[in-house]
């Protein structure tokens, strides 16, 4: 039997908050327009932790590939609108 991953809360929550200030809006949320200057820095941050957990160049390529694919499925199944 497996074991589930333990979550670091603070770490969780700090790096979320570190996430969503790149682009950060003032009235609330964010925005990251593709191919932005934001876009480009939300990236390299999540590339960055990435590497700092020694995941190699081909890993994170890996991750990054699947998680545009969990997307446009998303995006198939269940409409823009999240219909």
């Known amino acids: 039997m497996s074991t589930s991953p333990r979550?670091?809360?603070a770490?969780?929550?700090?790096r979320l908050?570190?996430?969503n200030r790149i682009g950060a809006l003032p009235g609330g949320?964010?925005?990251?327009?593709?191919?932005s200057d934001e876009d480009r820095a939300?990236?390299?941050l999540l590339v960055q932790w990435m590497r700092d957990l020694d995941l190699t160049d081909?890993?994170?390529?890996e991750y990054l590939a699947q998680h545009a694919d969990e997307?446009?499925?998303?995006i198939?199944?269940?409409g823009r609108r999240g219909s």
């Open 29 to 35: 949320g964010n925005c990251r327009l593709a191919l």
């Open 11 to 14: 770490r969780l929550i700090g």
């Open 7 to 9: 979550i670091d809360r």
């Open 71 to 74: 997307v446009e499925e998303a």
């Open 17 to 19: 908050d570190s996430f």
């Open 58 to 61: 081909e890993q994170v390529d």
């Open 42 to 44: 939300g990236r390299d």
């Open 76 to 78: 198939r199944s269940h």
